[in-house]
């Protein structure tokens, strides 16, 4: 993919939704006692794996951008 500094932007932004997610998680574990401990973590479990990913494209692009010289100040 070709990116330019509004993708970068972007990414940054949406990766920074983890801390909206990890919100909704905690109050939805506090509002319903009956999750389970093994619930918990896989819910965790998979929000590490889809954010493992986000934050490769989210290097991914910098890496490219960078390499590009497009990141002046």
């Known amino acids: 993919m070709n990116y330019d500094r509004f993708d970068l932007e972007q990414l940054i932004l949406k990766n920074w939704e983890i801390t909206t997610e990890i919100k909704h ?33 989210l290097w991914d692009c910098f890496e490219q951008l960078t390499s590009q010289g497009k990141l002046t100040s």
């Open 25 to 57: 998680l905690y109050e939805k574990v506090l509002e319903d006692d009956s999750y389970t401990r093994d619930q918990i973590a896989n819910y965790l479990l998979g929000l590490e794996a889809i954010y493992e990913v986000k934050f490769n494209k």
